[in-house]
């Protein structure tokens, strides 16, 4: 028998209540001197979406759409983390390069075939996250030419994925657009970048 004494006192649904999704949820005005982690996509509060890396870009398309998403973990089919594919990747020029390349169809076309994979991603430590302010975050990502970038964390278990940074979400919560500028030359640009 639960003790509804004890501070636990369940009360009627109100009628206007909705469910609230990860982008609302993520979706807090920041300002530059917070911290970074306000702006971070923490994957262990949410679950993050995958695909595999055989699935058509047309599948990829119709998830992002389904989980109104715009980017996609993608695992090969041991469940092992390969990469990440964006709209940007199955919308942009990256189709028709590879067709023209490679020879067939769009629709012949697979993740695999046009992600960006893991060797050719910036990451950036969650040690560094955790001490970091969301103006560090925004000049990281401009200083890489990113959209997305990867927080890893390590355990004694290995690297995982622990978070997401998106300069769109990034720029909602600052209240204005960033536009990514040069490329960094070296991982040490990005860690002066962090701070």
Known sequence: MIDYERGI?????PTDVSLITPQQATNQQV???EP???????LKSIAPFQIEASASIEDVNSKMIACGVR???VHNPQGQLSGLITSKDILGEKPLLFVTNNGGTRDEITVQDIMTPLHKLEAIPFEQVKKAQVAHIVEALKEC???HMLVLEKSNEGNFVRGLFSITQVGRQLGFEI???ER???FAQINRALG
């Open 179 to 181: 536009n990514p500028t």
């Open 36 to 42: 970074a982690t306000r702006v971070m996509t923490d």
């Open 9 to 13: 006192h369940p009360q009627q649904v």
């Open 145 to 147: 030419r990113r959209h």
């Open 71 to 73: 980017l996609l973990f």
């Open 184 to 186: 960094a030359t070296s």
């Open 31 to 33: 300002t530059e001197n």
